[in-house]
């Protein structure tokens, strides 16, 4: 959401979303940057936003507003502080020493956004460099100009990339987010993407108009189907094991215990969006 634009910041007080970015980069123009910064800042103080993760994405090191931007930022205290083109792990280590520097209280994280060749084949030591990172977000868009590549249906230019994001991010436990879908007018397109990221591990993915949101959450939470058999595994296994029998079969599948925690995990994500959907 432009830190600029007050309507936006008031829409996204309901918006059914997991979290924000409260953006002072490529949304706001050099004359609004430090007009941005304020609301933005002020937006984060406000406690207006519930449950969701609330953070700002700064301009990036080396531009004419980054220190001031973080530096507000880290006063303010969102979750998460966003910060683009990060490119190693020296430049995370940095921008964390920054941030404490700069008094960020102990909640508000590092978002580093991997977008550059350079972060993409380093990624494994950026996701590792600092307990303070905890989110990986795919700039899809930079990385596919900085490749000289195309936005094609499939993203095979860039399939490697995600790919390798994801394994550094779980290697790391860290989140890790998908890029953003362009053509707010293509539905299919749009749906086809989130459903490629989700297949594909990521946690989530980052959107640019809240008219992407609703198929966005469809994607990413667990359907009625796969709910209700992961309670037939979980209850199996518990079944058989509680019968002391080592095999348990469901649907015809031989169940193992990777199975189970797969299951359990889709059960606490389901929990987790009928939690956020209760509470509004």
Same mark, same amino acid.
């Given at each position: 959401?432009?830190?600029?634009?007050?309507?936006?910041?008031?829409?996204?007080?309901?918006?059914?979303?997991?979290?924000?970015?409260?953006?002072?980069?490529?949304?706001?123009?050099?004359?609004?940057?430090?007009?941005?910064?304020?609301?933005?800042?002020?937006?984060?103080?406000?406690?207006?936003?519930?449950?969701?993760?609330?953070?700002?994405?700064?301009?990036?090191? *080396?531009?004419? #507003?980054?220190?001031?931007?973080?530096?507000?930022?880290?006063?303010?205290?969102?979750?998460?502080?966003?910060?683009?083109?990060?490119? %190693?792990?020296?430049?995370?280590?940095?921008?964390?020493?920054?941030?404490?520097?700069?008094?960020?209280?102990?909640?508000?994280?590092?978002?580093?956004?991997?977008?550059?060749?350079?972060?993409?084949?380093?990624?494994? %030591?950026?996701?590792?460099?600092?307990?303070?990172?905890?989110?990986?977000?795919?700039?899809?868009?930079?990385?596919?100009?900085?490749?000289?590549?195309?936005?094609?249906?499939?993203?095979?230019?860039?399939?490697?990339?995600?790919?390798?994001?994801?394994?550094?991010?779980?290697?790391?436990?860290?989140?890790?987010?998908?890029?953003?879908?362009?053509?707010?007018?293509?539905?299919?397109?749009?749906?086809?993407?989130?459903?490629?990221?989700?297949?594909?591990?990521?946690?989530?993915?980052?959107?640019?108009?809240?008219?992407?949101?609703?198929?966005?959450?469809?994607?990413?939470?667990?359907?009625?189907?796969?709910?209700?058999?992961?309670?037939?595994?979980?209850?199996?296994?518990? #079944?058989?094991?509680?019968? *002391?029998?080592?095999?348990?079969?469901?649907? *015809?599948?031989?169940?193992?215990?990777?199975?189970?925690?797969?299951?359990?995990?889709?059960?606490?994500?389901?929990?987790?969006?009928?939690?956020?959907?209760?509470?509004?």
């Amino acid at each position: 959401m432009p830190g600029s634009n007050a309507r936006a910041l008031e829409k996204a007080r309901s918006l059914p979303v997991d979290g924000l970015i409260l953006d002072l980069e490529d949304a706001v123009g050099p004359g609004d940057k430090v007009s941005a910064r304020d609301a933005a800042c002020e937006a984060v103080r406000s406690g207006a936003y519930g449950r969701r993760e609330v953070t700002i994405r700064v301009n990036g090191v *080396g531009t004419q #507003w980054h220190e001031a931007d973080l530096a507000a930022a880290a006063a303010a205290g969102p979750h998460g502080v966003v910060v683009p083109k990060v490119g %190693s792990a020296d430049e995370v280590r940095s921008l964390v020493a920054a941030l404490e520097a700069a008094g960020a209280p102990a909640h508000t994280r590092l978002w580093a956004m991997v977008e550059t060749p350079e972060a993409v084949l380093g990624v494994a %030591s950026l996701a590792a460099a600092s307990p303070r990172l905890a989110v990986l977000v795919l700039g899809t868009n930079d990385l596919v100009k900085e490749l000289r590549a195309r936005h094609v249906p499939g993203r095979a230019p860039i399939l490697a990339a995600l790919s390798a994001v994801v394994l550094a991010a779980r290697a790391a436990g860290v989140a890790v987010l998908d890029g953003v879908y362009n053509d707010i007018r293509d539905v299919e397109g749009f749906a086809a993407e989130c459903a490629q990221g989700r297949d594909l591990g990521f946690d989530g993915k980052t959107l640019i108009h809240p008219g992407q949101v609703e198929m966005c959450n469809a994607t990413f939470s667990p359907s009625e189907a796969e709910v209700a058999e992961a309670r037939e595994v979980v209850e199996a296994w518990a #079944w058989e094991a509680g019968a *002391g029998r080592g095999v348990v079969t469901v649907r *015809g599948r031989m169940v193992e215990n990777l199975h189970v925690d797969m299951a359990r995990e889709v059960l606490a994500t389901d929990a987790a969006v009928r939690a956020l959907a209760a509470d509004g």
